[in-house]
Each structure stands twice: as structure tokens, then as C-alpha cells.
């Protein structure tokens, strides 16, 4: 009985929130909200508030050229916080691809990670197709969240700063 008990334990976390549950979202940005976003081909550039850090590319000759720091703002944090909670981040599996088996080459990479009130959501949808819509309805809002968040972020003085990439993908 135990081991049922265990491996039901493990496919719930693996799957994420079961048909049915569903999560209660603070109605404004809770102090601990935090995201983490991975992105690009191959999952090369990457952003983490709680940190600040800013990753452009770690495709490079110099990597660390390609690292900067930004801080949310209120109205950042807002504005993704809104996106999270519309798109209804607990609602979708932890391996995830929107295109379904649509891929490419090269691959895209989305890892994105929510602290929400202590509960900590993270989707991952790795070697998918570089595109940033589909025709599934679900899989289109989780690609325009990540692609929201992205411009947010390639808007930044912080950005703009980072050096051209070394390398473009075809």
C-alpha cells in the first residue's frame, strides 16, 4: 500500500495539478511572487528575479559578457503577475509542449518557474518547436506568456546594453 501511495505521490508532482484542483491566486502580487524564465534555442538566454540576473546568451566566447542584472518593477511585476494568474499557471503539466510533437532544428527551450505564496510551479517544455503560436488554445497562452515576459525583458536599458549575439541559429 505504500508504494501505491508513493507513486501516486510521484505522478501527481510530475503532472502537476490533477483534472479538477485548482490553485487560489492572491488577487495582487504577493511579496514572495518571484519567475524564472528560460528561453531561446536551446534554452540560451535566461532571467531570475530573486536574483536580478539577466542572461542574454551562454553561447559565446565570453559568456559573461552576456550577463547583466535588472530588478523587476512594481509595474513589471504586475503586469507578469497578471499573465500568470490569466493563463493559470497550476493548470498545466510539468513536461509540457504546446506544439504537441511539432518540433525543430534547432530546438527551442521554455522553462518557466513561478513562486506563488510559497508554491512553487515550474513548466518545462524543452526541444520544442521555435515558434511562438499554435492552434492549441492552452499551448497559445503559454507561449505568449513566455514571449510577453521576453519582450518585457529585451526591453530593458539592461538589455540593450548586452553585446550583439556571436551566434545566430537557422
Known amino acids: 500500500m505504500k508504494r501505491i501511495l508513493i507513486l501516486i505521490a510521484a505522478i501527481t508532482s510530475l503532472y502537476g495539478c490533477t483534472k479538477g484542483e485548482s490553485f487560489d491566486y492572491p488577487s495582487s502580487v504577493p511579496d514572495d511572487f518571484s519567475i524564472a524564465l528560460t528561453w531561446n534555442c536551446y534554452g540560451v538566454s535566461s532571467y531570475d528575479s530573486t536574483t536580478g540576473k539577466l542572461i542574454k546568451t551562454t553561447d559565446a566566447t565570453n559568456p559573461d559578457d552576456y550577463i547583466t542584472y535588472y530588478q523587476l518593477t512594481k509595474e513589471d511585476k504586475e503586469y507578469i503577475y497578471n499573465l500568470i494568474v490569466s493563463m493559470d499557471i497550476y493548470s498545466y503539466p510539468n513536461i509540457y509542449n504546446p506544439h504537441g510533437d511539432l518540433k525543430s532544428d534547432p530546438p527551442m527551450t521554455l522553462i518557466l518557474t513561478v513562486n506563488i505564496n510559497g508554491s512553487e510551479k515550474t513548466i518545462k517544455a524543452e526541444d520544442i518547436c521555435v515558434e511562438f503560436s499554435t492552434r492549441n488554445k492552452k499551448g497559445q497562452r503559454f507561449l505568449s506568456t513566455c514571449k510577453s515576459i521576453i ?13 550583439e549575439y556571436e551566434h545566430f541559429y537557422d
Open 151 to 163: 519582450n518585457r525583458l529585451q526591453t530593458t536599458q539592461e538589455w540593450k546594453a548586452l553585446p
